[in-house]
């Protein structure tokens, strides 16, 4: 699933050790932009975890899924982040450049028309 909210809150990051090593998570509060906006908790997890995405009034683009789990009768659901990025940012590799600086080939360039158009059939 993916979802583009604004950043509205940085929680604190949550650090400890487990079996397989040091984990960290960093939950962010995000605000939905519509008639009614929502305000929705997403885990970022490990080297997902970038500061300089997490700046409150960012508007992010996060790719996500939902887990629930079962703790003593009681359901607690999850949203963990997979993918986050600034909305709008061009992605690495990629540049934009304005319409007029784009080369478009000139009458010269062009290949000339055939003077009896029943001749340029291929087959």
Not at 25 to 53: F, H, M
Not at 86 to 96: F, K, L
Not at 100 to 123: I, R, W
Request: aromatic residues 8%; proline residues 10%; negative net charge.
């Amino acid at each position: 699933m993916q979802l583009t909210a604004k950043l509205v809150q940085v929680l604190p990051l949550q650090t400890g050790q487990g079996k397989n090593g040091e984990w960290r998570k960093q939950d962010v509060i995000l605000e939905t932009d519509s008639q009614y906006p929502r305000k929705i908790c997403v885990a970022i997890w490990g080297d997902r975890i970038n500061n300089s995405q997490l700046v409150v009034g960012n508007n992010l683009t996060i790719d996500f899924d939902i887990e629930s789990r079962e703790f003593n009768g009681r359901w607690y659901t999850d949203v963990k982040a997979w993918k986050v990025e600034v909305a709008g940012a061009t992605p690495v590799g990629i540049s934009h450049y304005p319409a007029e600086a784009v080369p478009v080939p000139g009458p010269s360039a062009m290949p000339p028309l055939p003077e009896n158009p029943s001749d340029d059939l291929p087959f």
